[in-house]
DNA sequence: CGGAGCGGGATTTTT
DNA sequence: TCCCGCTCCG
């Protein structure tokens, strides 16, 4: 380890050096007690910017709190002049509690500790008249959003299933990611979708504006411009937080980037801001919705004088497990920077177990399960990891044959379900009466007589007369403009409507949801439904109803669920656990069973595909997530098969089963004499720069050579030849890919050739990533090197 | 208003 | 292959 700041490093502020040492000399505050020298310096160098390289189980949560304890156990901020950000409210919940816990009960909560978006929304309400919203603005959530889109792509006159609101949502996501408004839309990007991109956007943020409401992204967005345009605001903000901490840094996209930086900036101050930023580059793996590892990477360049501490001492994993990983996320080349070092026992090697095929994958790893549970070996200690969510399926059938209980982690949320929605719809249509959304979701649901045609005049007259949807129904019922029929339907709902907001202040939010789920009928629509998921549903209605008990009133509430789309669903019974590799970053397990690593598989075709080196890098930080999530031990397995769109296909073994270090692994016989071998060498033939896989000779299993499994292995060689996995110009993109963001050759207009997707005109052009409108398959994004002139 | 029949898509997912 | 969302028809 080479630290160039040894510890116990001075800290830098006379005054706070003066009151650590006191602290330190009064044999220091219990909480300080059994940190190592490294996580202590995190806690207590708290003046100016420092970044916390926190490997996966060093301690970066007790670091974290511990150091939020610090400050304030010290008396140099109150809570209320902290800054706290998270990503998940659940990481914000723990960090609460934990405080809680280090420091008793004499601080009470802190008020600016959360997630970006709850942090945001709370600044936004306080301000919103500075731009250009009311107080009471909604947040939308996808499903409405989507719903927005849709409008406004038919109002452009689009085909919308050659153009689909979900695409549109991504780009307009990924420049709200970028901290892009409208205008400042690249013009390559802008003319994405149609080349009516920044249009369409621009028209979305329109809508917004008029439904009084704001999407995810704008929540960070219209803060940034919040401070932006109001130095006051800004300065208010800028000396209130004494102290920044953010956790997760890897993850923070450019608008979280840009937000931060704005309020650490102390423009007519000597003083620097006292920035702490928390991550693990070689945990980032969510670039593919907007962070940029780039944010962590270039800390030191953007705060001057930062002070970079690493913690690599890992508590978690047994030492033949940290080498595995630090071996294998060594073959990245982006990185900071840092080696794990256990401080235990070497403990088991890492395995790797070949299968025929997933199904015999789910059954090798349900037998290990089995055998570890009767040696006495909890379920809660064990979980399966996978990369992608259609490999669960297999795993579940298997378990419900054996009969192993089991939970999925992740999946759709409480409040993503289709019920649970239209419930809260029927409640925000009540308290904020120009929600249009929530109002045309449950307008007929259920039926009740009011067609497409009556939703539609009612939009209509909304839209020319500038007014919310339920107050043009309301007037329309006195016209003559729609059919009796439909008439008194709209009639009696706005009545209801009115009749329930007229009762919001006179009973409990819950008591009161409870009649407007039942007089709207909507109650009864589920109790009709014969569907074996009714009775779930209704299950959830009224789960939905008793966690309303604990706000105070209805607005409370609502704006709880915009935010928070997680219920801790608490269950106490022993059970192995299976998720996607993405859902486990944080957690930890006894044993972890990796399935699937298979070339296509993991690292991910499309991921390497689409993002070239920049994606197999991310694959690989997804593989050493999900090794470092193994307390004592990992098991890694690879099928020679696996059903793929529903096509058997032959699949080679992970390049990254060949980038774990030999000392540290054991590969598995599993008896069946099905060793190595089935997987010919990788890539398309051009003998690029990964060579054979040493899993492609029978070494170390030489005895297998004239065994049945050897034969089978050969025809399957052959076989795998004709892989379309392995067709992909996987080598030509890894090469030709390696710079993302250079400025492509290629230009807007041109007529290309891709070999999968045949010719096309290319629509834009951002970096070397191409759209391209191909005249069979019609628009993609793929990047510059797969195609060629034409 | 519900069900059949179709075409397209098929990583990862928080707020 | 399988699942979904959408359309069309009775």
Redesign the pocket.
Known sequence: MTDPHPSPAPVPSARQGGIAARARAAAGPAYLQGLNPEQQRAVETLDGPVLVLAGAGTGKTRVLTTRLAHILTLGLARPGQILAVT?????AREMKERIGGLIGESVEGMPWLG????ICVKILRRHAELVGLKRDFTIL??DDQIRLLKQVIQAADLD??RW?ARQLANFI?GWKNKALTPDKVPSGDAHAFAGKGDELYATYQARLKTLNAVD??D?LLETIRLFKENADVLADFQSRFRYMLVDEYQDTNVAQYLWLRLLAQRTGEDEKANLCCVGDDDQS??G??GAEVDNILRFEADFPGAVVIRLERNYRSTSNILDAASHLIAHNEGRLGKTLHGQGEAGDKVTVTCAWDSEEEARLIGEEIEQLQRKGENLDEMAILV????QMREFEDRFVTLGLPYRVI?GP?FYERAEIRDAIAYLRATAQPADDLAFERII?T????I?DVTVRTIHDVARSRGIPMMQAALELTESEDLKARARNAVRNLVTDFARWRGQLDQMPQSELAAIILEESGYTEMWQRERSPDAPGRLENLKELLRSMEEFDSLTGFLEHIS????TEAGDQEDKVSL?????AKGLEFGTVFLPGWEEGLFP?Q??MD??GRA?LE??RR?AYVGLTRAKRRAALYFATNR?I???WQATAASRFLDELPEANIEVIDTGSLRTSGAYGPRGSGSGGTYGNSRFDEAEPFASTYSTPGWQRAKKNKARAASNPWKEAPMLEGEVLARSTGTASAYARGERVFHQKFGYGEITAVDGNKLTVDFDH??PKRVLDSFVERH
């Open positions: 990503f998940t409210n659940k990481a997630t970006f978006h709850s959530d996808v919308e299933k689909p996501d995810f992204g929540l793996i969510y593919w919705r990369r992608a969510s259609f992740g949320r007929n259920p039926r009740r007589g067609g935010l928070v789309m997680d998720m996607t590799l993405h859902a991910h499309r991921s689409e993002n994606g991310e694959e997804l059903r769109h529903g096509l398959s019609g």
